[in-house]
């Protein structure tokens, strides 16, 4: 075999194995349910009764917390906080009263402070994909899956999980600011 070959065979090796890699985190069990459930959530958006309390002492700047519900049944919370280094927004979503899905995103400030150019900021996120309180998926920005670290993923489930506890008690509770 020619050294061209070879090299046009190992490189169809590598792409055929980070697709089938990329599709599986992405057909993980329960994954398809759940993005199913959270586009149901997005497309029901306005029908939702909206609770929204703000949370000052949350941040350096302001926060809040915003409540969806469908049915007098919590499908999302949100929190956003501005702090002195950017914004952080996170989505909880939920499906019969158990957390699904959380989208985490950063919104670094541009080095000029300038918080009204977001065509500069980047974007950092996370999704994480719960069931049964459990995470069975989480992806970073750039789509690469936390695993064989069992100490990181149960820290990260037990913080989620508790943040949502807590957000869905000051709604209930309505204390904030």
């Known amino acids: ?53 703000n949370i000052d002492e949350a941040s350096a700047e302001r926060g809040s917390i915003k409540g969806y519900y469908k049915k007098n049944r919590l499908v999302l919370m949100v929190d956003e906080y501005f702090g002195e280094t950017g914004k952080v927004k996170n989505e909880y979503y939920f499906e019969k009263d158990k957390l699904i899905f959380v989208l985490e995103q950063k919104f670094p400030y541009n080095a000029d402070s300038s918080r009204s150019n ?30 064989n670290n069992p100490d990181l993923i149960r820290n990260k489930t037990k913080e989620v999980l508790e943040t949502a506890r807590e957000m869905k008690k000051s709604l209930i509770n309505k204390k904030g600011s």
Request: charge should be positive; hydrophobic fraction near 35%; charged fraction near 25%.
């Open 1 to 53: 075999m020619r050294t061209p070959e070879i090299i046009k065979k190992y490189w169809i090796f590598l792409l055929c194995l980070f697709s089938t890699r990329a599709m599986a985190q992405e057909t993980s069990p329960g994954v398809k349910e759940i993005q199913t459930a959270y586009n149901s959530i997005q497309k029901g958006l306005e029908t939702y009764r909206i609770q929204k309390i």
């Open 118 to 147: 977001s065509n500069k900021t980047p974007i950092i996120s996370e999704r994480m994909y719960f069931q049964n309180d459990e995470l069975i998926l989480w992806l970073f920005q750039d789509k690469n899956q936390v695993r």
